[in-house]
């Protein structure tokens, strides 16, 4: 079983910024390396969508929606990822979901982001 602690969601104004965190943490570990980590968001009445993951050698990869204004980053030592969100949009609020690949797929239960004025 993964262990996942986020935080870092709240309310913000549009153009604003907020930088989410999530760290990986469990016994599996102890057999498993984590692989790609990431975020994923679920907005109101909408699908499950990828926002960005990077793997464990740094490689990343975005939403379309995302880039130029969104950086993911990771803590291999801490088994932390990070993402790092500015000049949000309203369409931006969602809950964001930590992903982490450990032998196989988990998602952490979200934390809520909220661009609003």
């Known amino acids: 079983q993964v262990h996942f602690v986020e935080s870092g969601g709240g309310l913000v104004q549009p153009g604003g910024s907020l930088r989410l965190s999530c760290a990986v943490s469990?016994?599996?570990?102890?057999?498993?390396?984590?692989?790609?980590m990431g975020w994923y968001r679920q907005a109101p009445g909408k699908y499950r969508e990828l926002v960005a993951l990077?793997?464990?050698?740094?490689?990343?990869n975005y939403a379309d929606s995302v880039k130029g204004h969104f950086t993911i980053s990771r803590d291999n030592a801490k088994n932390t990822v990070y993402l790092q969100m500015n000049s949000l949009k309203p369409e931006d609020t969602a809950v964001y979901l930590c992903?982490?690949?450990?032998?196989?797929?988990?998602w952490g239960k979200g934390t809520l982001v909220t661009v609003s004025s």
């Open positions: 990077i793997t464990s050698g740094g490689s990343t």
């Open positions: 992903y982490a690949s450990v032998n196989m797929d988990y």
């Open positions: 469990g016994s599996i570990l102890r057999i498993y390396d984590v692989g790609a």
